[in-house]
């Protein structure tokens, strides 16, 4: 029988425990709770709420609310959001991570700070995630998001610049992105901060010393995680047999085959009791075998 772990490093980080701490306080409360956008990038998760009475809205949904609660996930909003639940009379509960919230001050300061010529505000981030989205909105739209350094073509770089970074990006492709901007730079001020949370940061290094450790490994996180590609691919690097799946469902018995040492692990948005569904599906399944 293989031994069979799971990585104790995996799982929620504390901007989304604190988050479901809140939703699920709530809801044990009321039976009923609003929140803006999936409270986690893991469908599996976001279901076991939904069944305890949360129901995820949009944007669009949120200007037709009146007198509700809503809670707002850590990946943070920007200030227009907060603006139209003052107006609608909705109560919000904020869950925005630390982390983030603190990026968004730093952002928004130094877009209010007063220059003579206006820096160009770059955030190396996903476009169109929930946390970069919140970024942006403190500069009313104008930072400019990137996600690798072919994305600098076409930028004005010889303005004064500010580089920041979603929080959850890899630390290396951050730094990557800095020399290639040095590089292309001719004039102007550069300043760049790195705005990573080192709880994610860390677990790259932990993550690829659980892959090297185990013959097969199987990742679990949801397909809209971020922080899940990140992690996968320092897994993929460190362990060429390491396999990426949502849930049970998606494995294959094949990958498995022989391995002495499985190894299980996840992102910051991959809950606990699904890589533990994931260990005990595989204990069966090599038991039958």
Known sequence: MAKIEIDENSGFCFGVVTAIRKA???LDKSGSLYCLG???HNSDEVDRLRRKGLRTITHADLDKLKGVKVLLRAHGEPHSTYATAKTNDIEIIDATCPVVL???KRIKQAYDTPSERAPLILIYGKNGHAE???LVGQTEGSAVVIQNEEELE???LDRDVLLYSQTTKSHAGFL???EAIKKRKKKGAFQYFDTICRQVANRM???REFARSHEVVIFVCGKESSNGMVLFAEC???NPRSYIISNTEEIDPEWTRGAKEIGICGATSTPAWLMLNVKEYLEKTLADD
């Open 24 to 26: 699920e306080e709530e």
């Open 102 to 104: 603190q990026l968004q």
């Open 205 to 207: 290094a932990q993550m």
């Open 38 to 40: 999936d409270i986690v």
């Open 236 to 238: 993929k690097a460190a």
């Open 154 to 156: 076409g930028i004005d």
């Open 132 to 134: 970069v989205n919140g």
């Open 176 to 178: 990557a992105l800095v």
